[in-house]
């Protein structure tokens, strides 16, 4: 599985940014996937996650309320909308992916996912 995150950028506090992680060499109906962050000097952070089926998803409590993650299988594409950024949104965005988890219990430590994209900035200017 290759993965492929896009969509970074600079924005002002307040502002909105989607995210996009084009999967290949597996269709993403059959991955769990998730969004991980870092940010200098901290270590990774987990930012959401969504289940193969979709039916499961969680958020970091920093984030609930202004991201949401989605998934386009016809576009074998992850998704992350960010609205209402912040400040200390500022970090490197990761995309992950893992093989799917029948149970569809929530995923949300690093370890759990064995296929990683290259990352994307995010930068939020107060």
């Known amino acids: 599985v290759q993965l492929q995150a896009s969509g970074g950028g600079l924005v002002q506090a307040g502002g909105s940014l989607r995210l996009s992680c084009a999967a290949s060499?597996?269709?993403?109906?059959?991955?769990?996937m998730a969004w991980f962050r870092e940010a200098p000097g901290n270590k990774r952070e987990f930012v959401a996650a969504i289940s193969w089926s979709g039916g499961t998803i969680e958020y970091a409590e920093s984030v609930k309320g202004r991201f949401t993650i989605s998934k386009d299988n016809a576009k074998n594409t992850l998704y992350l909308q960010m609205n209402s950024l912040k400040p200390e949104d500022t970090a490197v965005y990761h995309c992950a992916a893992g093989d799917l988890d029948a149970a569809e219990d929530v995923r949300s430590a690093d370890y759990e996912y064995g296929y990683w994209g290259q990352g994307t900035q995010v930068t939020v200017s107060s």
């Open positions: 060499g597996r269709t993403v109906s059959r991955l769990d």
